[in-house]
């Protein structure tokens, strides 16, 4: 086999902090091997602070603002997000011979059928991507017939996994291109902020990641030998409802959500096992990693005095400081990367489409991936290879506003967490009862305030200079605005920055 087989574990809501190598107390044995055997990044991003839009930009190599969802997240029943005629990262490696297979959580959208026969489509004029999480149970869904626009259509041979988090219905499994028996019931119970919604009888969350991981094994063990593969793991853990199974409950002896990390651990050691069972380690790139930072607001989430998800980084899951959007970064191919490396430069999840099409040697396609860079070569320890320290990296909000990093600076054109999780926006984000954005006021002429941070010397984004540098302010605004083009909402671009107003 000339071609190696490709594994991402994209987790959850798994922060920075969250596993051993990157110095947490919880036991992360099996990640951390693969670290010790390969290669940590410690300035990585996902393209945004919350996950449906991530999940867009690692599949795609293109953030997720640049087509219809402007913010927030989809919800279980959202409308497929990425047009079928777009290179993704299964697509891609099926036209080079591999066998694809996707196992886990999806929440890029899917096709449902109406009753009435229609179909949502996210690139209609006036399309409605934003479900109401109170009103929306999706009861005017025929679950008997086939969706559309999910991962078959995406370049995946095989899928087994859930619509959208673990929290939001329909509860129940997606087998190809349907759910596996049908959501006729009200969902019997609730665990901590389950959205109400329609279930298949007997769906028991507890089982849900144990239950994606015996199919990707098995799936796995069942492709020829001499056939590469891309296996695209996508646990639930450690987003709520934490309710981790009985083979990893009381491991971490820091509560539900860090022994849902441990099964995360555990999820990554069954997968080494079957590659080590076809004799494939050496022949496997592994790459470990998470959609954004962890949430940290419900009681249940654990004690931050004792465990910091998100390391010593501001802010989280939603948010536009570096706690919302800094991800670990795992990268394991013996004999072709480093044992033991460290890549300190700044990239993006958006990086993980073309690096994975250089290790099989895929060509991109015109347009392919516009937002990404090959990492390749950097992983395997060329410093001349690595994206410059001054590369500008755009991050985005739960609400929908921007920030940009270049260098040691990092603008951010909203005010507080930039409509994320954090205070003050918090209590704006629940008390709607709806899954449509939270009020947050645009960055205007009339709103402009803003955030500059200097993470060379304040890396935990704590002294705000933005009244201090406004030349510094207006350049990023500018490669904010060269990069964003006519595609970002939040940004009115004929805005300059000029000297400190009142």
């Known amino acids: 086999m000339n071609k190696p087989n490709i594994v991402i574990v994209l987790a959850d809501d798994m922060g920075w902090g969250d596993l051993g190598c990157y110095g947490s107390a919880i036991p992360t044995p099996h990640i951390d091997a693969l670290a010790a055997r390969g290669v940590r990044a410690v300035d990585c991003h996902s393209a945004s602070a919350v996950c449906t839009p991530s999940r867009y930009a690692l599949m795609t190599g293109r953030y997720a603002w640049r087509g219809p969802l402007k913010n927030f997240v989809l919800m279980g029943h959202g409308p497929a997000l990425i047009e079928p005629e777009r290179p993704t990262l299964a697509s891609l490696l ?37 479900d109401d999480v109170v009103t929306d149970f999706g009861r005017d869904i025929d679950y008997t017939a086939p969706f559309t626009g999910g ?29 596996v028996g049908v959501p006729d019931i009200e969902k019997p ?3 901590t902020e389950q959205r109400p919604g329609l279930a298949v009888p007997g769906f028991d969350e507890a089982a849900v990641d144990t239950t994606f991981t015996t199919k990707a094994v098995e799936w796995i063990r069942s492709v020829p030998a ?8 996508t646990p639930s853990a450690p987003h709520r409802p934490c309710v981790p199974p009985d083979v990893v409950r009381g491991a971490s002896g820091l509560g539900d959500r860090a022994d849902a990390v ?45 465990h910091r998800p998100n390391g010593d980084w501001r802010g989280q899951k939603g948010d536009l400081w570096d706690g919302g959007h800094r991800e670990p970064f795992v990268a394991c191919w013996p004999g072709r990367l480093p ?95 709806s899954g449509k954005a939270h009020a947050n006021p645009p960055w205007d002429r009339d709103h402009p305030v803003g955030q500059l941070y200097d993470l060379a010397d304040d890396p935990g984004e704590t002294v705000d200079l933005w009244q201090e540098r406004p030349e510094v302010v207006a350049d990023l605004y500018a490669a904010l605005r060269d990069i964003c083009g006519d595609e970002s909402s939040g940004l009115p671009f004929d805005v300059l920055i000029g000297p400190a107003r009142p």
Request: aromatic share 10%; with cysteine; charged share 20%.
């Open 94 to 130: 099926r036209t080079a011979g591999y066998t694809t297979g996707a196992f886990g959580k999806w929440h890029l959208g899917l096709g449902w059928r109406q009753r009435d026969g229609s179909v949502r489509d996210a690139f209609a004029p006036g399309a409605r991507l934003h």
């Open 189 to 191: 119970h609730y665990l």
């Open 226 to 233: 001499d056939r590469p593969f891309l296996a695209y793991v």
């Open 262 to 306: 441990c099964l995360v651990d555990w999820i990554v050691g069954q997968l080494v096992d079957a590659i080590d069972e076809r004799g494939q380690r050496e022949d496997t790139l592994f790459i470990v990693t998470s959609d954004n930072g962890a949430v940290m607001i419900f009681d249940d989430d654990g004690d931050s005095a004792v």
């Open 151 to 179: 991962p078959l259509e995406l370049g995946f041979d095989r899928f087994y996994g859930i619509a959208g988090s673990l929290d939001m219905p329909p509860y129940a499994f997606l087998d190809q291109d349907r759910t």
């Open 339 to 433: 044992e033991g490396g460290v890549l300190d430069a700044p990239i993006c999840l958006t990086d993980v489409l073309p690096t994975v099409a250089a290790a099989a040697e895929v060509t991109l396609p015109n347009g392919a991936a516009p937002d990404g860079v090959d990492l390749l070569e950097a992983l395997r320890g060329d410093a001349t290879a690595a994206p410059p320290a001054d590369r500008p990296l755009v991050h985005h909000s739960l609400g929908g506003r921007f920030a940009i990093r270049r260098g040691p600076w990092k603008a951010i054109f909203a005010a507080g967490s930039g409509g994320g999780f954090s205070e003050p926006s918090i209590s704006a984000l629940f008390s709607s009862g």
